[in-house]
């Protein structure tokens, strides 16, 4: 697979005589890949997203993000516009007076064709279950639904990345499952690179591959099988296992026989109903 991003050695601080809070960070995203960043508070790791689309640029290190050097600021727009973002926040993402008007912001800035705009952004609308909602206030909708506008507007420019920066973790159970519906579907239709930074490992079990940063540094990178189940490192970085494979974890060491690597609730259900069936 080709290379969606790349970071060389990348080290930035945000005062001149401030710590390091990206610390030679190597990294290598593919195209088409779904990566999730894990990691506690301060780690670096909204501040590594924002390296993606040149918000902000290393001072030291390089960045190849789409073919485009992101120190040179005449890629800028064409960066914004192809690495989308979703951040924490739906309120401070909502710019317009209706859903319509929001999920076309970005095209009208693009300069892009009234007709062409129309057309996208009804496609968006739909896709995402906003339609209905057309007219309504972006500010009186539930948080998942705000979300999902947010989501729709950035995928209304057809980015080739797309990066969740803990997009679900201000709204309930309920909108976290619509946006994460939302998720999927970007993934089975499009090619898309996703990145995902999450406090949630049980969101990171869906991933191609899983990053935890610690202290700005890479700290671990694999699949999820490999990284999720390695209970001693994920607590060093301060995170907890998949509540599935703590359970199977405690079922084991009491004696029951179950299938090993489990991580998630329907394969902790398949474990039990196969060793039920064999007893
Ligand atoms: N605008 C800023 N100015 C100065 N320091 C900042 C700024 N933004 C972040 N920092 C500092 O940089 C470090 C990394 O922050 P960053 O936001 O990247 O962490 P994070 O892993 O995203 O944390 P969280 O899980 O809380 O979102 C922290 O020590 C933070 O205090
Ligand atoms: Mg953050």
New binding site residues.
């Given amino acids: 697979m080709s290379t969606a991003i790349e970071l060389k050695h990348v080290s930035y601080r945000?005062?001149d005589d401030?710590?390091e809070?990206l610390q030679d960070v190597n990294l290598r995203i593919r195209k088409g890949e779904w990566v999730t960043i894990l990691?506690?508070?301060?780690?670096?790791?909204?501040?590594?997203a924002k390296m993606f689309n040149a918000l902000l640029v290393p001072d030291a290190g390089e960045i190849v993000s789409l073919g485009y050097d992101t120190r040179d600021d005449q890629h800028w727009p064409a960066l914004r516009r192809r690495v989308g973002m979703v951040f924490q926040n739906p309120d401070n993402q909502l710019v317009a007076p209706t859903v319509r008007d929001d999920v076309a912001f970005g095209l009208e800035n693009a300069g892009v064709p009234q007709d062409e705009m129309r057309r996208r952004v009804a496609e968006r609308i739909a896709e995402f279950g906003l339609s209905g909602l057309e007219n309504h206030e972006p500010h009186r909708l539930s948080g998942g639904q705000k979300q999902r506008v947010a989501i729709a507007g950035v995928m209304a420019l057809a980015p080739d990345v797309i990066v969740f920066d803990?997009a679900t973790s201000m709204i309930d159970p309920e909108g976290s499952r619509e946006v994460w519906s939302a998720m999927a579907k970007l993934r089975e239709s499009r090619s898309m690179t996703l990145i995902s930074?999450t406090?949630d490992v049980d969101e990171a079990v869906l991933a191609d591959r899983v990053i935890i940063?610690k202290n700005?540094r890479m700290f671990a990178d694999g699949p999820p099988r490999e990284i999720l189940r390695d209970t001693a490192r994920l607590k060093e970085a301060r995170l907890l296992p998949p509540f599935a494979g703590t359970v199977a974890d405690k079922l084991t060491a009491r004696g029951l026989e179950l299938t090993e690597h489990i991580l998630t609730e329907e394969e902790l259900i398949t474990a039990l109903w196969t060793y039920k069936q064999n007893s």
């Fill in positions: 945000y005062q401030g710590p809070v990691g506690p508070n301060g780690s670096g790791k909204s501040t590594l803990e930074i406090h940063m700005g």
